[in-house]
Protein backbone atom coordinates (compact mmCIF):
# COMPACT_ATOMS: atom_id res chain seq x y z
CA UNK A 1 0.00 0.00 0.00
CA UNK A 2 1.23 3.17 -1.04
CA UNK A 3 1.40 6.53 1.19
CA UNK A 4 0.60 9.54 -0.63
CA UNK A 5 2.96 12.15 1.21
CA UNK A 6 6.51 11.58 1.16
CA UNK A 7 9.83 13.64 1.89
CA UNK A 8 11.17 13.19 -1.89
CA UNK A 9 9.98 11.83 -4.66
CA UNK A 10 12.31 10.61 -6.87
CA UNK A 11 11.58 10.70 -10.98
CA UNK A 12 13.51 8.04 -12.48
CA UNK A 13 16.12 5.32 -11.16
CA UNK A 14 18.92 5.04 -13.37
CA UNK A 15 22.37 6.54 -12.63
CA UNK A 16 20.92 9.78 -10.56
CA UNK A 17 17.85 8.69 -9.33
CA UNK A 18 18.21 5.08 -7.90
CA UNK A 19 21.81 6.61 -5.73
CA UNK A 20 19.62 9.74 -4.60
CA UNK A 21 16.55 7.30 -3.95
CA UNK A 22 19.26 5.26 -1.36
CA UNK A 23 20.97 7.78 -0.06
CA UNK A 24 17.84 9.42 1.30
CA UNK A 25 16.35 6.72 2.63
CA UNK A 26 19.28 5.51 4.54
CA UNK A 27 19.12 8.77 6.27
CA UNK A 28 15.87 8.32 7.38
CA UNK A 29 13.91 9.90 4.64
CA UNK A 30 10.32 8.64 3.50
CA UNK A 31 11.60 8.76 -0.21
CA UNK A 32 8.98 7.27 -3.22
CA UNK A 33 10.91 6.38 -6.50
CA UNK A 34 9.35 6.19 -9.69
CA UNK A 35 10.27 5.19 -13.38
CA UNK A 36 8.54 4.22 -16.36
CA UNK A 37 10.51 1.70 -17.29
CA UNK A 38 10.78 -1.76 -15.68
CA UNK A 39 13.73 -2.98 -14.68
CA UNK A 40 16.07 -4.64 -15.99
CA UNK A 41 15.97 -1.96 -18.17
CA UNK A 42 18.63 -1.14 -21.24
CA UNK A 43 19.08 2.40 -22.18
CA UNK A 44 21.12 4.15 -24.68
CA UNK A 45 24.48 4.83 -23.14
CA UNK A 46 27.85 2.94 -23.42
CA UNK A 47 29.58 2.11 -19.80
CA UNK A 48 33.05 3.65 -18.98
CA UNK A 49 32.67 4.47 -15.29
CA UNK A 50 35.95 6.13 -14.08
CA UNK A 51 37.69 5.56 -11.28
CA UNK A 52 35.88 8.01 -8.83
CA UNK A 53 32.44 6.66 -10.32
CA UNK A 54 33.75 3.32 -8.93
CA UNK A 55 34.66 4.99 -5.56
CA UNK A 56 31.29 6.00 -5.06
CA UNK A 57 30.34 2.65 -5.49
CA UNK A 58 32.52 1.66 -3.49
CA UNK A 59 31.52 3.73 -0.46
CA UNK A 60 27.93 2.96 -1.00
CA UNK A 61 28.73 -0.70 -0.41
CA UNK A 62 27.88 -1.40 -3.94
CA UNK A 63 30.75 -2.27 -6.06
CA UNK A 64 31.41 -5.72 -5.47
CA UNK A 65 27.61 -5.87 -6.81
CA UNK A 66 28.58 -4.57 -9.46
CA UNK A 67 31.77 -6.54 -10.29
CA UNK A 68 29.66 -9.78 -9.33
CA UNK A 69 27.28 -9.12 -12.59
CA UNK A 70 30.79 -10.44 -14.87
CA UNK A 71 32.00 -6.93 -15.74
CA UNK A 72 35.63 -7.56 -15.98
CA UNK A 73 38.21 -5.25 -14.47
CA UNK A 74 40.50 -3.06 -16.69
CA UNK A 75 43.95 -1.84 -15.59
CA UNK A 76 45.50 -0.41 -19.18
CA UNK A 77 43.55 2.34 -21.37
CA UNK A 78 45.08 2.83 -24.72
CA UNK A 79 44.18 6.40 -25.67
CA UNK A 80 45.17 8.40 -29.00
CA UNK A 81 44.24 11.50 -30.61
CA UNK A 82 45.55 12.27 -34.14
CA UNK A 83 49.15 10.70 -34.18
CA UNK A 84 49.15 11.31 -30.03
CA UNK A 85 49.09 7.83 -28.23
CA UNK A 86 49.00 7.51 -24.40
CA UNK A 87 48.70 4.00 -22.80
CA UNK A 88 48.70 3.10 -19.23
CA UNK A 89 46.74 3.65 -16.11
CA UNK A 90 46.16 6.24 -13.58
CA UNK A 91 47.55 5.27 -9.97
CA UNK A 92 45.10 4.11 -7.41
CA UNK A 93 42.74 5.97 -5.73
CA UNK A 94 43.08 6.72 -2.44
CA UNK A 95 40.37 4.80 -1.62
CA UNK A 96 41.69 1.90 -3.10
CA UNK A 97 40.18 1.62 -6.28
CA UNK A 98 42.74 0.35 -9.05
CA UNK A 99 40.42 -0.39 -11.94
CA UNK A 100 37.92 1.34 -14.87
CA UNK A 101 34.68 -0.79 -15.26
CA UNK A 102 32.13 -0.90 -18.16
CA UNK A 103 29.11 -3.31 -17.04
CA UNK A 104 26.10 -3.02 -19.05
CA UNK A 105 23.45 -0.99 -17.83
CA UNK A 106 20.99 -3.71 -17.37
CA UNK A 107 23.02 -4.31 -15.19
CA UNK A 108 24.60 -1.86 -13.54
CA UNK A 109 21.08 -0.15 -13.03
CA UNK A 110 19.37 -3.03 -12.17
CA UNK A 111 21.82 -3.14 -8.79
CA UNK A 112 21.51 0.60 -8.02
CA UNK A 113 17.61 0.24 -8.03
CA UNK A 114 17.65 -2.82 -5.62
CA UNK A 115 20.00 -0.71 -3.63
CA UNK A 116 17.03 2.45 -3.33
CA UNK A 117 14.92 -0.52 -2.36
CA UNK A 118 16.16 -2.13 0.05
CA UNK A 119 17.86 1.10 1.98
CA UNK A 120 13.75 1.54 2.15
CA UNK A 121 12.50 4.00 -1.04
CA UNK A 122 9.63 2.78 -2.10
CA UNK A 123 9.45 1.94 -5.71
CA UNK A 124 6.79 1.87 -8.78
CA UNK A 125 7.99 0.06 -11.81
CA UNK A 126 6.11 1.03 -15.01
CA UNK A 127 4.86 4.39 -13.86
CA UNK A 128 5.08 7.18 -16.13
CA UNK A 129 4.93 10.70 -14.73
CA UNK A 130 2.35 12.99 -16.76
CA UNK A 131 2.53 16.25 -14.73
CA UNK A 132 3.26 17.92 -10.83
CA UNK A 133 1.39 19.17 -8.42
CA UNK A 134 1.47 22.56 -7.59
CA UNK A 135 0.50 24.51 -4.72
CA UNK A 136 0.97 28.36 -6.44
CA UNK A 137 4.26 28.02 -7.70
CA UNK A 138 5.40 25.59 -5.33
CA UNK A 139 6.17 21.86 -6.76
CA UNK A 140 4.26 19.82 -4.14
CA UNK A 141 3.96 16.31 -5.73
CA UNK A 142 3.58 14.65 -9.30
CA UNK A 143 0.89 13.00 -10.81
CA UNK A 144 0.90 9.95 -13.68
CA UNK A 145 -0.38 6.37 -13.95
CA UNK A 146 0.86 2.85 -14.37
CA UNK A 147 0.18 1.64 -18.03
CA UNK A 148 -3.27 1.24 -18.86
CA UNK A 149 -4.41 2.32 -14.89
CA UNK A 150 -5.90 5.13 -13.42
CA UNK A 151 -4.02 8.76 -12.64
CA UNK A 152 -2.70 8.41 -9.40
CA UNK A 153 -1.69 11.89 -7.72
CA UNK A 154 1.88 11.39 -4.40
CA UNK A 155 2.86 14.40 -2.33
CA UNK A 156 6.19 15.66 -1.09
CA UNK A 157 8.10 17.83 0.44
CA UNK A 158 10.73 18.27 -2.48
CA UNK A 159 10.17 16.53 -6.31
CA UNK A 160 13.56 15.94 -7.99
CA UNK A 161 13.78 14.86 -11.88
CA UNK A 162 16.44 12.65 -12.31
CA UNK A 163 14.48 11.94 -15.42
CA UNK A 164 16.87 12.50 -18.13
CA UNK A 165 17.97 14.77 -21.22
CA UNK A 166 14.19 15.27 -21.88
CA UNK A 167 12.87 15.92 -18.37
CA UNK A 168 9.30 15.78 -17.27
CA UNK A 169 9.76 17.42 -14.34
CA UNK A 170 12.58 20.14 -15.99
CA UNK A 171 9.41 20.76 -18.75
CA UNK A 172 6.97 21.36 -16.23
CA UNK A 173 8.81 24.20 -14.21
CA UNK A 174 9.91 25.54 -17.30
CA UNK A 175 14.22 25.01 -16.18
CA UNK A 176 15.74 27.02 -18.17
CA UNK A 177 19.04 26.62 -19.82
CA UNK A 178 21.58 29.23 -18.85
CA UNK A 179 24.89 27.41 -20.92
CA UNK A 180 24.68 25.33 -23.96
CA UNK A 181 26.28 24.33 -27.48
CA UNK A 182 25.19 21.73 -29.94
CA UNK A 183 26.56 18.47 -29.86
CA UNK A 184 29.33 17.24 -32.32
CA UNK A 185 28.35 13.59 -32.84
CA UNK A 186 26.56 10.86 -33.78
CA UNK A 187 27.39 7.64 -32.18
CA UNK A 188 26.88 3.80 -33.55
CA UNK A 189 27.70 1.13 -31.14
CA UNK A 190 26.86 -2.83 -30.26
CA UNK A 191 28.32 -6.09 -29.10
CA UNK A 192 31.10 -7.96 -30.48
CA UNK A 193 32.57 -11.51 -29.68
CA UNK A 194 36.29 -11.86 -30.43
CA UNK A 195 37.31 -8.90 -29.54
CA UNK A 196 39.77 -9.20 -27.53
CA UNK A 197 41.39 -5.74 -27.38
CA UNK A 198 41.09 -4.35 -24.17
CA UNK A 199 40.22 -0.71 -23.47
CA UNK A 200 40.68 1.24 -26.47
CA UNK A 201 39.72 5.20 -27.10
CA UNK A 202 41.15 6.30 -30.24
CA UNK A 203 40.80 9.54 -32.37
CA UNK A 204 42.01 9.94 -35.59
CA UNK A 205 42.28 10.03 -40.02
CA UNK A 206 40.46 12.65 -39.61
CA UNK A 207 37.42 13.43 -37.32
CA UNK A 208 36.71 10.37 -36.42
CA UNK A 209 36.61 8.17 -33.15
CA UNK A 210 36.59 4.69 -32.18
CA UNK A 211 36.32 2.90 -28.60
CA UNK A 212 35.84 -0.45 -27.55
CA UNK A 213 35.13 -1.44 -23.86
CA UNK A 214 35.08 -5.18 -22.33
CA UNK A 215 32.03 -5.73 -20.82
CA UNK A 216 29.96 -8.73 -18.92
CA UNK A 217 29.58 -11.82 -20.90
CA UNK A 218 32.71 -11.62 -22.33
CA UNK A 219 31.57 -9.17 -25.06
CA UNK A 220 33.42 -5.83 -25.95
CA UNK A 221 31.49 -2.31 -26.56
CA UNK A 222 32.69 -1.07 -29.87
CA UNK A 223 31.55 1.99 -30.76
CA UNK A 224 31.82 4.78 -33.30
CA UNK A 225 31.79 8.47 -33.79
CA UNK A 226 31.57 10.61 -36.32
CA UNK A 227 30.31 14.33 -36.90
CA UNK A 228 26.68 14.83 -37.22
CA UNK A 229 26.93 15.62 -40.89
CA UNK A 230 28.00 12.31 -41.97
CA UNK A 231 24.98 10.18 -39.86
CA UNK A 232 23.09 9.89 -43.19
CA UNK A 233 25.82 8.44 -45.25
CA UNK A 234 26.86 5.82 -42.12
CA UNK A 235 23.76 4.73 -42.48
CA UNK A 236 23.52 3.44 -45.60
CA UNK A 237 26.35 -0.07 -44.17
CA UNK A 238 26.85 0.97 -40.47
CA UNK A 239 29.16 -2.56 -40.73
CA UNK A 240 31.09 -1.44 -43.28
CA UNK A 241 31.42 2.05 -41.44
CA UNK A 242 32.80 0.51 -38.69
CA UNK A 243 35.34 -1.40 -40.06
CA UNK A 244 36.57 1.75 -42.40
CA UNK A 245 36.61 4.01 -39.04
CA UNK A 246 38.57 1.13 -36.89
CA UNK A 247 40.96 -0.17 -39.99
CA UNK A 248 41.39 3.63 -40.68
CA UNK A 249 42.74 4.62 -37.78
CA UNK A 250 44.77 1.73 -36.73
CA UNK A 251 45.27 -1.12 -39.39
CA UNK A 252 45.82 -4.25 -37.31
CA UNK A 253 42.79 -3.81 -35.30
CA UNK A 254 41.02 -3.41 -38.08
CA UNK A 255 42.41 -6.85 -39.13
CA UNK A 256 41.23 -8.14 -35.89
CA UNK A 257 37.98 -7.20 -36.32
CA UNK A 258 37.17 -8.01 -39.70
CA UNK A 259 38.67 -11.51 -39.35
CA UNK A 260 38.23 -12.54 -35.15
CA UNK A 261 34.83 -10.23 -34.58
CA UNK A 262 31.13 -10.70 -34.62
CA UNK A 263 28.33 -8.27 -34.06
CA UNK A 264 25.98 -10.15 -31.50
CA UNK A 265 23.19 -7.46 -31.41
CA UNK A 266 21.67 -4.97 -33.35
CA UNK A 267 23.45 -1.61 -33.88
CA UNK A 268 22.37 1.43 -31.35
CA UNK A 269 22.78 4.64 -33.67
CA UNK A 270 22.16 8.03 -31.72
CA UNK A 271 22.63 11.60 -32.54
CA UNK A 272 24.01 13.45 -29.11
CA UNK A 273 22.08 15.19 -27.24
CA UNK A 274 23.32 18.93 -27.30
CA UNK A 275 25.45 19.97 -24.05
CA UNK A 276 23.62 22.10 -21.46
CA UNK A 277 23.29 23.15 -18.05
CA UNK A 278 19.68 24.03 -16.93
CA UNK A 279 18.42 25.90 -14.00
CA UNK A 280 18.05 22.66 -11.51
CA UNK A 281 16.17 23.68 -8.20
CA UNK A 282 13.37 26.24 -7.37
CA UNK A 283 10.60 25.84 -5.26
CA UNK A 284 9.73 22.00 -4.23
CA UNK A 285 11.67 20.84 -6.95
CA UNK A 286 15.66 20.35 -8.23
CA UNK A 287 16.86 18.64 -10.92
CA UNK A 288 20.36 15.80 -10.83
CA UNK A 289 21.67 13.87 -13.61
CA UNK A 290 21.08 14.22 -17.09
CA UNK A 291 17.95 16.14 -16.13
CA UNK A 292 20.09 19.32 -14.79
CA UNK A 293 23.47 19.15 -16.96
CA UNK A 294 24.63 16.66 -19.74
CA UNK A 295 27.69 17.38 -21.94
CA UNK A 296 29.14 15.03 -24.42
CA UNK A 297 29.81 11.42 -23.67
CA UNK A 298 33.08 11.55 -25.48
CA UNK A 299 34.81 11.67 -21.80
CA UNK A 300 32.37 9.40 -20.50
CA UNK A 301 31.52 11.29 -17.59
CA UNK A 302 28.07 10.93 -17.47
CA UNK A 303 27.54 7.92 -14.99
CA UNK A 304 30.04 9.49 -12.98
CA UNK A 305 28.63 12.81 -12.46
CA UNK A 306 25.43 11.44 -11.94
CA UNK A 307 26.45 9.97 -9.23
CA UNK A 308 28.78 12.59 -7.99
CA UNK A 309 25.92 15.31 -7.89
CA UNK A 310 23.54 12.89 -6.59
CA UNK A 311 25.31 12.04 -3.25
CA UNK A 312 26.27 16.65 -3.34
CA UNK A 313 22.47 16.73 -3.55
CA UNK A 314 21.10 14.11 -0.48
CA UNK A 315 23.55 16.21 1.32
CA UNK A 316 21.85 19.36 0.53
CA UNK A 317 18.43 17.71 1.06
CA UNK A 318 19.11 16.12 4.35
CA UNK A 319 20.52 19.92 5.18
CA UNK A 320 16.79 21.68 4.18
CA UNK A 321 14.66 18.45 5.65
CA UNK A 322 16.59 18.30 8.96
CA UNK A 323 15.89 21.91 9.92
CA UNK A 324 19.49 23.00 9.90
CA UNK A 325 19.05 25.62 7.14
CA UNK A 326 16.39 26.26 4.67
CA UNK A 327 15.76 24.08 2.00
CA UNK A 328 15.57 26.62 -0.81
CA UNK A 329 19.42 27.76 -0.24
CA UNK A 330 20.40 24.63 0.26
CA UNK A 331 19.30 23.68 -3.32
CA UNK A 332 20.67 26.70 -4.82
CA UNK A 333 23.77 25.75 -3.18
CA UNK A 334 23.42 22.73 -4.91
CA UNK A 335 23.75 24.11 -8.13
CA UNK A 336 26.44 26.62 -7.58
CA UNK A 337 28.74 23.64 -6.26
CA UNK A 338 27.86 21.06 -9.03
CA UNK A 339 28.70 24.10 -11.65
CA UNK A 340 31.80 24.94 -9.78
CA UNK A 341 32.89 21.53 -9.56
CA UNK A 342 32.40 20.20 -12.64
CA UNK A 343 33.70 23.47 -14.57
CA UNK A 344 36.86 21.79 -16.06
CA UNK A 345 35.30 18.55 -17.18
CA UNK A 346 32.64 20.26 -19.00
CA UNK A 347 35.03 22.70 -21.11
CA UNK A 348 37.69 19.70 -21.41
CA UNK A 349 34.54 17.87 -22.86
CA UNK A 350 33.08 20.16 -25.19
CA UNK A 351 36.37 21.25 -26.67
CA UNK A 352 37.72 17.32 -27.21
CA UNK A 353 34.88 16.24 -28.45
CA UNK A 354 34.92 18.35 -31.48
CA UNK A 355 37.16 15.89 -32.63
CA UNK A 356 39.96 17.93 -33.12
CA UNK A 357 42.48 19.64 -30.96
CA UNK A 358 43.16 23.05 -30.21
CA UNK A 359 46.66 23.68 -30.44
CA UNK A 360 46.71 24.20 -27.06
CA UNK A 361 45.24 20.66 -25.66
CA UNK A 362 48.08 19.47 -28.89
CA UNK A 363 50.87 20.56 -27.05
CA UNK A 364 49.66 19.08 -23.45
CA UNK A 365 48.64 15.63 -24.80
CA UNK A 366 51.70 15.31 -26.53
CA UNK A 367 53.68 16.62 -24.02
CA UNK A 368 51.89 14.20 -21.48
CA UNK A 369 52.98 11.25 -24.08
CA UNK A 370 56.58 11.86 -23.85
CA UNK A 371 56.77 10.89 -20.27
CA UNK A 372 55.62 8.01 -18.34
CA UNK A 373 54.80 10.41 -14.74
CA UNK A 374 52.45 12.82 -16.50
CA UNK A 375 51.25 10.34 -18.35
CA UNK A 376 49.58 9.01 -15.29
CA UNK A 377 48.74 11.89 -14.17
CA UNK A 378 47.16 12.74 -17.02
CA UNK A 379 45.24 9.13 -16.41
CA UNK A 380 44.30 10.22 -13.01
CA UNK A 381 42.79 13.68 -14.45
CA UNK A 382 40.37 11.51 -16.83
CA UNK A 383 39.79 9.43 -14.07
CA UNK A 384 38.35 12.19 -11.55
CA UNK A 385 41.13 11.68 -8.98
CA UNK A 386 44.30 14.04 -9.84
CA UNK A 387 43.27 17.44 -10.03
CA UNK A 388 42.63 19.57 -13.02
CA UNK A 389 44.38 22.23 -11.59
CA UNK A 390 47.93 20.07 -11.32
CA UNK A 391 47.50 18.83 -14.60
CA UNK A 392 46.74 21.84 -16.02
CA UNK A 393 48.78 24.26 -14.31
CA UNK A 394 51.42 26.30 -15.86
CA UNK A 395 53.93 25.80 -13.54
CA UNK A 396 53.41 22.26 -13.95
CA UNK A 397 53.27 22.28 -17.83
CA UNK A 398 56.24 24.51 -17.92
CA UNK A 399 58.19 22.12 -15.88
CA UNK A 400 56.75 18.66 -18.67
CA UNK A 401 58.16 21.07 -21.39
CA UNK A 402 61.24 21.60 -19.90
CA UNK A 403 61.81 17.63 -18.96
CA UNK A 404 60.60 16.17 -22.46
CA UNK A 405 62.79 18.87 -24.12
CA UNK A 406 59.89 19.95 -26.20
CA UNK A 407 60.22 22.52 -29.41
CA UNK A 408 60.19 25.52 -28.04
CA UNK A 409 57.49 27.39 -30.47
CA UNK A 410 54.64 24.54 -29.08
CA UNK A 411 55.17 25.21 -25.51
CA UNK A 412 51.42 26.13 -24.25
CA UNK A 413 51.10 26.42 -20.91
CA UNK A 414 47.61 28.54 -20.75
CA UNK A 415 44.40 27.99 -23.09
CA UNK A 416 44.50 32.14 -24.34
CA UNK A 417 47.80 30.92 -25.67
CA UNK A 418 50.61 31.51 -23.60
CA UNK A 419 53.72 29.91 -24.30
CA UNK A 420 56.03 29.39 -21.94
C1 LIG B 1 25.40 7.24 -26.59
C2 LIG B 1 25.79 7.59 -25.19
C3 LIG B 1 26.92 7.03 -24.62
C4 LIG B 1 27.27 7.34 -23.30
N1 LIG B 1 28.37 6.76 -22.75
C5 LIG B 1 28.71 7.02 -21.48
C6 LIG B 1 29.82 6.37 -20.85
O1 LIG B 1 30.52 5.54 -21.44
N2 LIG B 1 30.10 6.70 -19.56
C7 LIG B 1 29.35 7.61 -18.88
O2 LIG B 1 29.65 7.89 -17.71
N3 LIG B 1 28.29 8.24 -19.43
C8 LIG B 1 27.95 7.95 -20.70
N4 LIG B 1 26.87 8.55 -21.26
C9 LIG B 1 26.07 9.48 -20.46
C10 LIG B 1 25.16 8.71 -19.50
O3 LIG B 1 24.48 7.69 -20.19
C11 LIG B 1 24.16 9.65 -18.88
O4 LIG B 1 24.83 10.78 -18.36
C12 LIG B 1 23.40 8.97 -17.75
O5 LIG B 1 22.73 7.82 -18.22
C13 LIG B 1 22.38 9.92 -17.15
O6 LIG B 1 21.70 9.22 -16.16
P1 LIG B 1 20.36 9.78 -15.52
O7 LIG B 1 20.02 8.82 -14.43
O8 LIG B 1 20.52 11.21 -15.22
O9 LIG B 1 19.28 9.73 -16.69
P2 LIG B 1 18.77 8.50 -17.61
O10 LIG B 1 19.78 7.41 -17.70
O11 LIG B 1 18.33 9.16 -18.89
O12 LIG B 1 17.52 7.95 -16.83
C14 LIG B 1 16.32 8.67 -16.73
C15 LIG B 1 15.22 7.73 -16.28
O13 LIG B 1 14.04 8.53 -16.10
C16 LIG B 1 12.95 7.80 -16.56
N5 LIG B 1 11.92 8.78 -16.97
C17 LIG B 1 12.04 9.76 -17.89
N6 LIG B 1 10.89 10.44 -18.00
C18 LIG B 1 10.02 9.87 -17.11
C19 LIG B 1 8.66 10.12 -16.78
N7 LIG B 1 7.98 11.11 -17.34
N8 LIG B 1 8.08 9.32 -15.85
C20 LIG B 1 8.78 8.32 -15.26
N9 LIG B 1 10.06 8.04 -15.55
C21 LIG B 1 10.67 8.80 -16.47
C22 LIG B 1 13.46 7.00 -17.75
O14 LIG B 1 12.66 5.86 -17.98
C23 LIG B 1 14.88 6.64 -17.27
O15 LIG B 1 14.92 5.37 -16.67
C24 LIG B 1 26.49 8.26 -22.57
C25 LIG B 1 25.35 8.83 -23.15
C26 LIG B 1 25.00 8.50 -24.43
C27 LIG B 1 23.76 9.11 -25.02
Redesign the pocket.
Known amino acids: MKRNMYDVIV ?8 PLAMLLARQGYRVLA ?4 TFP ?1 D ?8 QA ?1 SGFLKSWGLLDRVVATGVPAIRHLNFSYTDIDIAGFARTAPDGVDAVY ?1 PR ?1 TAL ?1 TVLVEAAGEAGAELIQG ?4 GLVFDGDRVVGIR ?1 SEAGGTEQEFRAKLVVG ?8 AKAVGAETYEGSAAACF ?1 Y ?1 SYYDGVDWGMQHRTGFGEQQFAG ?1 PTNDDQTLV ?1 VMRKRDRFREFRQDPDAGVQEVVSQIDPELGELLRDKGTRAEPF ?1 P ?1 L ?2 DNYRRKSHGPGWAL ?4 GY ?1 KD ?1 FT ?7 FKYAQLLSEKIHQGLSGARPLDEALAEYQVERDAQSASTYELTLSISELSLTPYYDSVFRATSMDEEYIKNFFGLIAGIYPPEKYFGEEELAALYEKVNFPLEARHVSKSGVTA
Open positions: VGTRVAGSVDRASTPSTHYIHGCRDFTVSGADGANSTVIYWARMYPVGDAHPGWGITDA
